[in-house]
């Protein structure tokens, strides 16, 4: 069920005031480029490729690419991106927050390809898609916002051409962050491991500060605070099955480094050696973890393609 108009106002008001977002700078964990390039590796694969955007647009080199649509766009930078890289001759974005799509516009005017690329405010669980009309939709950290993913998934299979494809770069961990307890104690156990002077705090609440344990947030705040947030995150891989055939799954790190190194993700910098062999640590136990089964991905890439 899509949300009330409560909640939509609520989440509309929440991204529109956090434009510049917590996602940059010296807290925020994929800020890091050391930690965003292993993130990157298990999107793509492990293959050579710069970013998961060009590894996708390796599945659309057979396909004449007339028309692509980015969901959840925010301030458009990989629809944009898309553009610079002729990944398809129209760009559409949509999204909720109408100060992000006037950024994102503004955006393509400056870059001078507003013509090609063009951005919409629209609740994307309410739209309606002309059929067969894509070749490509993405998604990229916006379908875990989205509560009825059976009908944008089903819009989505029915709006792409049948030799499109659906990109899927995404949150699938537990609702709301409600992290099982088996979850929380490897979290702390892993994070025991982190030497003091890597464990201090850059974050506002607590900036100069050793932190002793790890910072999970509460799944009635995360609500709260914005209604939509991973609010069926851990349906996602159900619902991509269930309207398409997928052809690439690639989990990566995250389930332990999102919260891990949350507001310390800045004390490991490549100038400093030994902060790199304790981050490699942990990209190590994780992977292990997962590979072992004792801990199931939070993050995964997905190509795929409408069932027939």
Same mark, same amino acid.
């Given at each position: ?11 509309? #008001? ?8 917590? /996602? ?24 050579? $490729? ?19 649509? =980015? !969901? ?42 507003? &013509? %090609? +690329?063009? /951005?919409?405010?629209?609740?994307a669980e309410k739209m ?6 894509? #070749? ?13 993913? @059976? ?12 030799? =499109? $494809? ?21 979290l702390q156990s892993v ?5 003091? &002077? ?7 609440? @607590? %900036? =100069? ?12 705040? +995360?609500? %709260?605070? @914005? ?7 851990? &349906? ?12 690439? $799954?690639?989990?990566?790190? =995250? ?13 490991? %910098? ?7 062999? +304790? ?5 190590? !136990? ?15 890439? $997905? ?6």
């Amino acid at each position: 069920m899509a949300a009330s108009s409560t909640e939509e106002q609520i989440v509309t #008001d929440y991204w529109n005031s956090n434009i510049a977002d917590d /996602f940059f700078g010296i807290t925020y964990w994929l800020a890091n480029p050391l930690i965003s390039q292993r993130f990157n590796q298990g999107l793509v694969e492990g293959l050579p $490729y710069c970013s998961w955007i060009n590894y996708s647009l390796s599945f659309l080199e057979s396909v004449d690419c007339q028309r692509i649509l =980015g !969901i959840g766009c925010g301030s458009g930078e990989l629809e944009l991106r898309l553009a610079e890289l002729d990944a398809a001759q129209f760009i559409d974005g949509v999204d909720l927050s109408d100060k992000r799509i006037e950024i994102a516009n503004q955006r393509a005017k400056t870059r001078g390809i507003e &013509q %090609r +690329v063009k /951005f919409h405010v629209q609740n994307a669980e309410k739209m309606t898609m002309e059929p067969n009309l894509y #070749d490509a939709i993405y998604f990229n950290s916006s379908l875990h916002h989205m509560a009825d993913l @059976d009908a944008i998934l089903l819009g989505c299979a029915r709006a792409l051409k049948p030799t =499109g $494809y659906l990109f899927v770069n995404e949150y699938i961990g537990p609702n709301r962050f409600d992290f099982s307890e088996h979850e929380k104690k490897l979290l702390q156990s892993v994070f025991n491991l982190i030497p003091q &002077q890597y464990r201090v705090s850059h974050d506002k609440n @607590d %900036r =100069g500060e050793i932190r002793n344990t790890v910072g999970i947030p509460n799944p009635e705040d +995360v609500a %709260r605070v @914005d209604p939509s947030e991973a609010i069926c995150s851990a &349906q996602i891989d159900e619902a991509i099955h269930k309207q398409f055939r997928v052809i690439k $799954y690639n989990p990566t790190i =995250g389930a332990l480094m999102q919260f891990l190194l949350n507001g310390i993700a800045g004390n490991f %910098r490549e100038s400093d050696s030994a902060s790199v062999s +304790v981050l490699e640590m942990l990209f190590d !136990i994780e992977e292990r973890l997962m590979e072992a089964g004792s801990l199931k991905p939070h993050f995964a890439f $997905y190509v795929a393609q409408p069932n027939s």
